[in-house]
């Protein structure tokens, strides 16, 4: 039952800024851990970054220091805000709730990021 919706995806160019939104129920936002996923066409689905219910967070070796995941249980929000992004950045961005190695809920529409001059 658990949905999700993102936003907050544009064209931007190399070196700057986005910050992403994710929504979804107060029961998964209290319950699991949420991440931010991504595909580009031809690629597998990889996990860009995640926080747990307490607050710790990892991050691909790709996006380290660059990009920062945020959650707010008041408002059932996760977010991604991306900054210094590079071509190789572009891909459409999932959220999605996690327990352990299960995946929770499904995927949504994804919110498109692209990143070119």
């Known amino acids: 039952q658990a949905h999700f919706v993102e936003s907050g995806g544009g064209l931007v160019q190399p070196g700057g800024s986005l910050r992403l939104s994710c929504a979804a129920s107060?029961?998964?936002?209290?319950?699991?851990?949420m991440g931010w996923y991504r595909q580009s066409p031809g690629k597998q689905r990889e996990l860009v970054a995640q926080?747990?219910?307490?607050?710790?967070?990892n991050y691909a070796d790709s996006v380290k220091g660059r990009f920062t995941i945020s959650r707010d249980n008041v408002k059932n929000m996760v977010y991604l805000q991306m900054n210094t992004l590079k071509p190789e950045d572009t891909a459409v961005y999932y959220c999605?709730?996690?327990?352990?190695?299960?995946?929770?809920?499904?995927w949504g529409q994804g919110t498109q990021v692209t990143v070119s001059s």
């Open positions: 926080i747990t219910t307490g607050g710790t967070t």
């Open positions: 999605r709730a996690s327990y352990g190695s299960l995946l929770i809920g499904s």
């Open positions: 107060a029961s998964v936002f209290s319950t699991y851990a």
